[in-house]
């Protein structure tokens, strides 16, 4: 496991977020493998890290004496969570403390953490003690039992929530039908698919490239990774003591996004895409977006050309209605489609110069859009509506291409 010298904080992972099998036995590693490699992933943690390491630590102590590691992940919290963590290291000889100064989010954190455990079977547990460590001996058990995943649960026997507000609830449960219809082949294998509280066996997920949205790193596992079997400890999910709440909307936004990325990238459209080279995914969050431009482009088009508004000539109009649209779009594409890039290159310059290229190419298409407009309408369809979403329709295809090629490739990082 590699360590900064300096300050024994350990060294952050870069790359892709995968995990790496173990060596087998008989091959020398700097780090000697262990049985249970759990990560508490932390932001603004300061008034609980201490407590946490210390119930947790005399926990394992008990149960697997000298076979186990705790992972600080933290944030680069402006409480400096992770300079009290370090300050348990000579106290707790299993604690290891990691600080994300270029990263955020908790679903990397915690894969990072696990990059770097050398654990046979990888865990998380909040940081803040609303999962209750006991619970961990069970989950633990299970895994040696066979497990491949084991998971608690809020919604099994034994398991609940203290004192959750029925808005919450609601929204918990509403999430959790939400994702069965649009994932049901992932999420119908847990109970509690939005749990943040398991263990996973490292050789389930090893080798698996994870690409989380948001809280959610369950959803990852278990639709990434080969788990076969699966086993679920019920658990009552407690308030906090101390610090703040972090469940915010954003959560929520986060965690539909996540399924609609796994549905895609695990169901027929994410096999198609690897079989023929084409980003289709890419092509189909594009499209939606397009989607959305369509109606702010008939919006703008019936308030200015509509007889019964200020019917101005149908030309002009569309091209004021098609520029507003291409606006729309680029903000979108920018923040979710191409969000891989864009993130990267996040100064006003960099945005500027892309809205710039994505702007020129979408100008092309819309002289492109108003000439099929015509045409469909004038010797096809004699409706402006239909006829300019066909128009939309056909030019789709030549803005992704092409932006795809130019808007955004050309402004990564290399």
């Known amino acids: 496991m590699k360590e900064n010298s300096s300050n024994s904080l350990l060294t952050v992972p870069t790359g892709p977020l995968k995990i790496l099998e173990l060596p087998p036995n008989g091959v020398r590693t700097s780090s000697k493998s262990i049985h249970l490699s759990l990560v508490i992933p932390t932001y603004k943690e300061r008034d609980n890290i201490k407590n946490v390491v210390s119930i947790l630590s005399q926990l394992l102590d008990e149960s697997i004496p000298g076979n186990y590691e705790l992972i600080v992940v933290d944030d680069d919290s402006p409480d400096r969570t992770w300079e009290i963590a370090q300050s348990l290291l000579t106290e707790y000889p299993q604690l290891r403390v990691m600080r994300r100064q270029q990263e955020r989010g908790l679903s990397s954190a915690v894969i990072r953490g696990w990059q770097a455990a050398t654990g046979s079977v990888l865990g998380v547990i909040d940081g803040d003690l609303q999962h209750p460590p006991e619970v961990l001996t069970q989950l633990l058990r299970s895994v040696d039992q066979g497990a491949d995943l084991a998971v608690a649960s809020r919604h099994v026997d034994g398991g609940g929530v203290s004192s959750w507000s029925v808005v919450r609830r609601v929204l918990s449960r509403g999430a959790q039908m939400l994702g069965l219809v649009i994932l049901p082949g992932v999420l119908g294998r847990v109970s509690d698919p939005m749990s943040g509280y398991f263990m996973v066996r490292r050789s389930a997920i090893a080798n698996a490239t994870l690409n989380p949205v948001g809280y959610k790193i369950l959803l990852e596992v278990i639709g990434r990774g080969k788990v076969n079997q699966v086993a679920e400890v019920g658990y009552v999910f407690c308030e906090r003591k101390e610090g703040e709440s972090k469940v915010t ?3 929520y936004i986060d965690y539909i996004h996540h399924l609609v990325r796994l549905r895609l990238s695990t169901g027929r459209v994410g096999r198609l895409s690897r079989k023929v080279n084409f980003p289709v995914r890419r092509f189909l969050r ?3 977006v397009g989607f959305s431009g369509v109606f702010v482009d008939m919006a703008v088009l019936y308030l200015l050309s509509d007889p019964t508004t200020l019917a101005w000539p149908l ?3 569309k091209i004021i209605a098609g520029e507003i649209a291409i606006l729309n779009n680029f903000f979108w594409n920018d923040a979710w489609t191409f969000a891989d890039v864009s993130a990267r290159q996040q100064q006003w310059q960099q945005r500027l110069k892309r809205f710039v290229k994505f702007n020129a190419i979408c ?3 819309l002289v492109l859009n108003v000439l099929i407009l015509n045409l469909v309408l004038n010797f096809v369809i004699p409706n402006r509506y239909i006829a300019n979403f066909i128009a939309i329709a056909v030019v789709t295809i030549w803005n992704f ?14």
Do not use: E, M, Y
């Open 401 to 414: 291409w092409i932006n795809l090629k130019l808007s955004w490739r050309v402004t990564d990082v290399k």
């Open 363 to 365: 100008l092309a298409g």
């Open 249 to 251: 909307w954003k959560q």
């Open 286 to 288: 594009f499209g939606l």
């Open 315 to 317: 030309t002009p109009s």
